[in-house]
């Protein structure tokens, strides 16, 4: 089927104009391709992980080991979805030191010209998602949990994710805390949930 622009288009369900990059709070849902039950299952109201749900989990706690600016906050892993609040951290406030010890070397090429200088071509716009930002953690997270799971399952190319998510800019403690005992309690709450599914 040809591109329609009518049927085709595809709507953002991010805030318009927020910068998701802002040190803040954001809660974070993300569905498995299908909202097939991948991750494991619901027993007696506690969440039992197996190996693929174990991968999430790893990858989800290897978030601020890679992203300095990221902190973790209350998460759990659900049969097929994810949740899990992030909190971005004042970029500015950086160890600078940190950061240059993280990139030695990467100032100078071998011949001393300073990287980036100009090579006569026109310079090419970035795409995807803005760096240090909500989207750019999503990015990273999704296709880290894509390789290892499609790894494991010997499935080279197979979706495990839907094509976006859902994230909730936390603008307060009472909204914070209320998020923070839906995700604990999201386990016992499996058969009234709006992503349930059996199998």
């Known amino acids: 089927m040809a ?6 288009h595809r ?7 927020y910068d998701y990059s802002r040190a803040g709070a954001y809660c974070i849902t993300l569905c498995t391709h299908e909202r097939e039950c991948l991750f494991g299952e619901i027993t ?5 992980l197996n190996n693929i749900g174990r991968i999430v989990a790893d990858e ?8 300095a600016e990221i902190e973790l906050d209350e998460w759990v892993v659900m049969p097929n979805h994810f949740h899990g609040i992030m909190v971005i951290t004042d970029a500015s406030a950086t160890n600078r030191d940190d950061v240059k010890k993280r990139n030695t070397g990467n100032y100078r090429r071998a011949d001393n010209r300073p990287v ?3 090579t006569g071509r026109p310079p090419v716009a970035p795409t995807g998602p803005k760096p240090k930002s909500v ?5 990273g997270f999704k296709s880290s949990v894509t390789g290892r799971v499609n790894t494991y399952r010997q499935s080279p190319g197979s979706e495990v994710w839907q094509r ?3 994230d909730h800019i936390i603008r307060n403690e009472t909204e914070l805390d209320t998020l923070r005992q839906y995700i604990i309690t999201n386990p016992a709450r499996w058969e009234q949930d ?3 599914a059996t199998g």
């Open 164 to 166: 976006n998510y859902w």
């Open 3 to 8: 591109y329609n622009p009518e049927i085709h």
């Open 135 to 139: 989207g750019a953690v999503m990015a």
């Open 44 to 48: 007696d109201g506690e969440m039992h």
């Open 116 to 118: 980036g200088r100009f």
């Open 60 to 67: 989800w706690l290897k978030t601020p080991v890679i992203r």
């Open 194 to 196: 709006s992503l349930y």
């Open 11 to 17: 709507r953002s369900i991010r805030l318009q104009g």
